[in-house]
């Protein structure tokens, strides 16, 4: 590929051909009953579990070559981290939810991509850094997101760490860095040749209750932490209804900050740059509280003639 | 110090790999490193039966989790510090105690769950203070989640219930906090040679902090904890915490040995090693600025689909306080501690309710100490005598003689409650909020019953009480006969 380019080839150029928000509460992997989880459930959280399947769906008629996620559970604070060894195979046990997700599981990275948007995030300005340690665990965000979108895990994958700014600086920074880190990646998949897609996983509103249900899938216990959070919820799903994007980059601080929202990584600052912030509708194929959180399945799809209003 | 003091001596130990995987990468690191050495010398021949742990940076959500796996086994990489290297583990954990802390958790009214699963990731700072500090695994350990919400008082009553746990089962531990002081670490790559602590007023708290901690100063750091978290920590938590937890389980008090076997920059933030013994001398009185807690009475019922201190129907839920107190007064709820998970612990339906998280009365040997009671109806509320104020705060007339006659009927129904009576007092001390006006009508009821009885006695006037009421008593008797 690289000595044709430096031929003058005319390769075409990557692309984006969709980008997902895919939140990761690990319910929906417990609730599901996969072979690669050991807990086992009577399920729970359909809406979100069916709207992650017929997401799934839309996907397996995509040609595309990789899943890009950026994921807010994998924290650093010294710039951002790509994966960086083409195969990660290990047992994933949620710190948070140990009861309910310890994930067998074996991906394959997509190194030559991670490097490219690695490269390309460095000569943005950016920290940079790659993981290249075996025994580094993928966190659970990443496999949740990338479990419920493909399940047969048929394409290899890139894992993007959350640099922590709005920790050390504040949501207005983060939605800076963010937005530099999704343009540089934007172009470095553009001059990789490759059909990507792109997976911000992360919840809209994340105010969790701090209690559990003795049966955790016990559906009659699930609801919104409280109202102010679905109302904002509400209005940023509307907003991607109206393919008001730029518009919710404007108001992330605000949302984030209302919201204790897990907006707050980046992800989706960073999806919608890299994106160029679609100003089409988003398909939104489900909303549903976990633990308290508000969770929505967005995508955004780049070719008209595949969009269809879902809900 | 107590014989009965569970604790032999705490160490703060710092969160980053550094000292574990690179000490010879950084002189300061490996000054770390040789504070770790000295401090495993002394807990390996310290006689502890456990080693305890609370992590800052190993959150929970979901109460706090107790690590409860008999053998916890991984090989676990730091998610920055991913190219120092790989930490191998294999750590003893003592189930036992950890469901004994767990249990003493529920007790206090927290939430709490042992977790022991294989592969669970055990945290990068829990990692390296067991494996420099407990190298050939000789000393059983137990690691206690920080939650992400928790404030003080959630948090000092974790460190209280650790405390009841170490005494339910006769252990010594020595216990261990894994926190940064200053908590800023630079955003860049930085040469392992060019590594200082990030800014010159983090430096100089830290270095504040660190003249305290060698004070043996521990209490006083815990009261200041707000202040550390607003000047030298990135807030990545809602609170500086480590303090709150470890001055709990180590009794809040200021007498210790401190000493500071390191301070040193970790990739900008500061990281020391420093141990607490437990001595017999305090540096000085300690600084309560802030309310001791017992019992934790959060917000772990919005599950149940209530919100907190939501108020039982039909008691006191609706009373607000009074002469500028802010706020419901009705702190009780249905899972307010009982006689039954607490045996020393005197309640009573014939007294009115406590107004805040503290029961009628304890037991402590021969001796019954009694909560400060005024006039209120155990039932209705009422005041006898009228209350001082209505509820836009107005004064009103008042009989100081039926609020006296009823605040020493409720004593007597507590003390009846703990099998003793009004001839058991032994001291008394009363709070009037109008000493002109009512000390000498309360002073005529009072002698009615007193004057064959000679309890010792203290009459204070104070500005307020918690509620519109004019008189209020505190009482010390003899207990009856076990």
Known sequence: ?????????????????????????????????????????????????????????????????????????????????????PNFKS??????????????????????????????????GLVTKMMRNPDFRVDYGTITSCHLL??????????????????????????????????????????????????????????????EAPLPEDMSREHIYNHSQYIWDMKMVRMMREGKMQEIIDIMPEFTEQT???????????????????????????????????????????????REVVM | MSEENPILFGLYTPPHPHPLLAPDQNPGWGRLRAAFDTCRERVQSSGADLILIY?????????????????????????????????????????EFAAEYRDRCEARGLHARTIAYDGFPIDTGSVVALSLLNPDDTIPACIVSSNVYANRSETMVLGKAARDALIAQGKKAVVIVVASLSNRMFTEHIEPAEDRIHS????????????????????????????????IRVQKVVAYKPVWWMSAVMGQHNSYDGEVLAYEALHGSGGAVISLTPAAESIGDKEFDEDDVEFYRGDRNVLEGGVANENRDGQIG???????????????????????????????????????????????????????????????????????????GLPLDYDIEAQTKACIANVDAILQASGARLDDVLDITTFLVDMKRDFSGYNEVYATYFNKIQATRTTLEVSALPTPIAVEMKVIARAPPI
């Open chain 1, 91 to 124: 047992l994933s046990v949620d710190p948070i939810f140990p009861n309910l997700f310890r994930y067998s599981y074996d991906l394959t990275v997509d190194v030559e991509l991670s490097e490219a948007m690695h490269k390309a995030t460095a000569e943005a």
């Open chain 1, 150 to 211: 493909d399940p047969n895990w048929s394409k290899p994958i890139v894992t993007i760490s959350s640099n922590r700014s709005r920790d050390y600086y504040s949501v207005e920074v983060m939605n800076e860095q963010a937005t530099a880190l999704g343009q540089a990646c934007r172009r470095a998949i553009k001059e990789s040749g490759k059909k990507v897609v792109l997976v911000s996983s992360n919840s809209l509103s994340h105010r969790h209750f701090t209690t």
């Open chain 1, 1 to 85: 590929m690289k000595r044709e380019r430096a031929l003058g080839s005319t390769m075409a150029d990557g692309e984006i051909v969709l980008g997902c928000l895919a939140p990761h509460p690990p319910h929906l992997v417990y609730a599901e009953n996969p072979a690669q989880n050991q807990p086992s459930s009577e399920g729970g959280w359909e809406m979100l579990r069916w709207g992650y399947a017929a997401l799934a769906r839309k996907l397996a008629k995509i040609e595309y070559d990789t899943i890009v996620v950026f994921t807010p559970h994998w924290m650093t604070y010294i710039g951002t981290h790509f994966l960086g060894l």
């Open chain 2, 318 to 392: 609706d009373m607000q306080a009074s002469a500028g107190v802010v706020g419901n007064l009705d702190e009780s709820d249905s899972k307010a501690p009982t006689s039954q998970t607490f045996p020393d612990i005197i309640s009573t339906d014939s007294a009115p309710n406590p107004v805040g998280a503290y029961p009628h009365a304890r037991r402590v040997g021969d001796l019954l100490y009694l909560s400060g009671v005024g006039p209120r109806q155990p039932s209705s509320n009422e005041i006898p005598g009228g209350p001082i104020e209505d509820d836009a």
């Open chain 1, 260 to 306: 204790i929202a897990e907006t707050d990584g980046g992800g989706l600052t960073w999806m919608m740059a890299a994106m160029a912030m679609p100003d089409y509708p988003a398909e939104i194929y489900g909303y549903q509280s976990v633990i308290g959180t508000g969770n929505a399945i967005a995508a955004w799809d780049p070719d008209e003639t595949r």
């Open chain 2, 200 to 231: 010159q007023k983090d430096d100089e708290w830290n270095r504040k902090l660190l003249e305290f901690f060698a004070d043996g100063r521990l209490e006083d750091i815990s009261q200041l904890s707000r202040d550390i978290q607003g000047q």
């Open chain 2, 55 to 95: 992590s800052t940076i190993w959150p929970s959500i979901i109460g706090h989790q107790i690590q409860a796996n008999p053998r916890a086994e991984w090989t676990h990489v730091d998610d920055d510090f991913h190219d120092l290297g790989s930490m191998p583990y294999s750590f003893g954990m003592d189930a």
